[in-house]
């Protein structure tokens, strides 16, 4: 798998988002505003990787363990 520049980044353009999740274009969007996880910054989107995980994470059923 391709590592991406966006590893320690928080804040994710839309093409740094799609290649860490691996949607396309159409379906970053969607999920994107399904779960809130982007916001318009200036002129440009960018997606929060923390509440990403987190989506991904409910949706696949993952538990953190403390």
Do not use: C, P
Not at 33 to 49: A, C, E, T
């Amino acid at each position: 798998m391709k590592e991406t520049k966006s590893v320690g980044k928080r804040l994710l353009t839309t093409k740094e988002f799609m290649e860490y999740t691996g949607f396309g274009e159409v379906t970053a969007e969607r999920f994107g505003n399904s779960f809130k996880l982007r916001r318009k910054i200036g002129d440009q989107w960018r997606y929060d990787k923390v509440k990403t995980d987190k989506a991904l994470d409910k949706l696949f059923g993952v538990k953190k363990h403390d």
